[in-house]
């Protein structure tokens, strides 16, 4: 595991001879603001930041604060937001087909967004398209900002340079993926209606487990397929957001909430010092699949051959067992090849159902 002095001086190293394009999801406020604001810094403003998030205001005071180069060397620097309500995948599409038509390349493409409603334990609705809140934020529009702006990730391998995506959940806990109710409809069925908002709610619950292990299958999925390029689910561990400070489990539980809160702040980081471990693993991948831990630790690492096929052999003998990836086993990752090509059929079907 990196040292906060490792980690630093890694981020301190990164000078690239371009200037780096990155887009981070929730860079309006937690660790994605965090993240944008190092990555202004380290590079002293040269670099194509944009942020995207529903707060056009807080992004504005967040854009003001970047360094603004001034020297010639620096065009194609620029720092900008570009607002989006990522619960609807709708919207997340549009602004994919908008970044996709004005820019050359995606160096990095960070996501970071939480909710709905800092990840309430406590309800949990459908979205207008039909989508498990949660799982919309945690996993669905992730799954379709990697999707739809990949081309741009692979124009910038292509140009010899970092092409990674990171998205910042709930890495490294291993739990296994879904192979049964996928959008978690029955588990909305089941929810005891008159508790929603009092008490936590099942739906909400398997929301916010579900999201964690979809990223691993997320992660391989694309791996796979892109074999030159870095994909990355990581852990920020606990950290003092805007967002993500309190657990709320409803005035039934009080006590306990407020004994689960006092032992949060006493584990947390502030959203800078997480931020450095996780820029540091931003860096410090060239391809392959990640599973990292809240130091930017590797918790366990795959390198597809550059001639896998894209899709998974679920004949093979591990394609049922969890944890395992390809035939390799895997510290901390819930897929199995069999659930992640469930879960992305299942993925691709549903998309296609909102998006025609
Ligand atoms: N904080 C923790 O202790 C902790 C612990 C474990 C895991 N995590 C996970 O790590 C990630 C980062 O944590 P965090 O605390 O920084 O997250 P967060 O505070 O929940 O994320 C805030 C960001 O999400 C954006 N966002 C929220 N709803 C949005 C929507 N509908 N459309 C577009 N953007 C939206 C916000 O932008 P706008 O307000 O501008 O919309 C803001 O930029 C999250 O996925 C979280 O679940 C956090």
Redesign the pocket.
């Known amino acids: 595991m990196p040292s906060l002095a490792v980690a630093e001086a890694s981020n301190a190293a990164f000078c690239p001879s371009y200037i780096p394009v990155a887009v981070v999801v929730?860079?309006?406020?937690?660790?994605?603001?965090a993240m944008a604001e190092a990555l202004a810094r380290q590079t002293n403003g040269r670099a194509h930041i944009i942020i995207v998030?529903?707060?056009a205001t807080?992004a504005a005071e967040i854009l003001a604060t970047f360094p603004k180069p001034t020297d010639s060397d620096a065009d194609g620097w620029a720092h900008e937001f570009v607002q989006?309500?990522?619960?609807s995948m709708a919207s997340v599409r549009a602004v994919c087909a908008s970044l996709l038509s004005r820019l050359k390349r995606i160096n990095f493409l960070v996501i970071?967004?939480?909710?709905?409603a800092g990840?309430s334990l406590l309800d949990c609705y459908e979205t207008p398209e039909g989508l498990n809140a949660h799982l919309a934020?945690?996993y669905f529009m992730r799954y379709l900002f990697t999707k739809e702006l990949l081309p741009l990730l692979v124009s910038a391998k292509e140009m010899g340079q970092h092409a990674h995506v990171m998205t910042?959940?709930?890495a490294g806990f291993g739990l296994a993926l879904r192979t049964t109710d996928l959008g978690l409809h029955e588990a909305h069925r089941n929810s005891i209606k008159f508790l929603q908002g009092v008490f936590p709610n099942i739906a909400a619950i398997k929301g916010i487990a579900t999201g964690v292990c979809y990223n691993d299958g997320l992660v391989a999925h694309f791996a796979a397929q892109h074999p030159d390029l870095a994909f990355t689910h990581i852990?920020?561990?606990?950290?003092l957001?805007?967002?993500?400070s309190e657990v709320y489990l409803g005035w039934l539980l009080t006590p306990l909430t407020w004994l689960l809160n006092i032992f949060k702040r006493a584990i947390?980081l502030t959203?800078n010092e997480r931020a450095k471990y996780m820029l540091y693993a931003l860096f410090d991948a060239d391809r392959g699949l990640f599973i990292r831990g809240d130091h930017g630790d590797i918790v366990s690492a795959h390198v597809f051959s550059r001639d896998h096929k894209p899709q998974f052999d679920v004949s093979s003998p591990t394609a049922h067992k969890k944890g395992f990836l390809n035939g390799v086993p895997m510290k901390g990752y819930g897929g199995s090849d069999a659930s992640v090509a469930g879960l992305i059929a299942y993925t691709e079907q549903v998309l296609a159902a909102i998006l025609r």
């Open positions: 929730g860079g309006t406020s937690g660790v994605g603001q998030g529903r707060n807080a989006c309500d990522a619960l970071t967004a939480g909710g709905p990840n934020m945690r910042v959940l709930g852990s920020p561990g606990q950290v957001t805007a967002g993500g947390s959203q």
